[in-house]
């Protein structure tokens, strides 16, 4: 069983930054995509930011220029750097693994942005 494991998120006031880690029980350079998604109270699950085996991203266009995508493949780990955040980021952020043609969601983490 795959096991995929968030962390990072918390409280940060307007303005300010939080980085997500996300740790798979898999190797990351075997993984198709892997990505964050979010969801806020009474919203639907949307895409934050995905990278692909070669590196690819694609980010959604409230993010763009905020947030990065990245990976630390020794550690099979993929982040989120999250900069000048904004009460509407506030959400449960997810991640998700892509691999062997099934996906594997973590159990979620809160991001709270208020002062």
């Known amino acids: 069983q795959v096991q995929v494991v968030e962390s990072g998120g918390g409280l940060v006031q307007p303005g300010g930054s939080l980085r997500l880690s996300c740790a798979a029980s898999?190797?990351?350079?075997?993984?198709?995509?892997m990505g964050w998604y979010r969801q806020a109270p009474g919203k639907q699950r949307e895409l934050v930011a995905t990278m692909t085996t070669g590196g690819g991203t694609n980010y959604a266009d409230s993010v763009k220029g905020r947030f990065t995508i990245s990976r630390d493949n020794r550690k099979n780990t993929v982040y989120l750097q999250m900069n000048s955040l904004k009460p509407e980021d506030t959400a449960v952020y997810y991640c998700r693994i892509d691999w062997s043609k099934r996906t594997y969601w973590g159990q979620g983490t809160q991001v709270t942005v208020s002062s």
């Open positions: 898999i190797e990351m350079f075997s993984v198709n995509v």
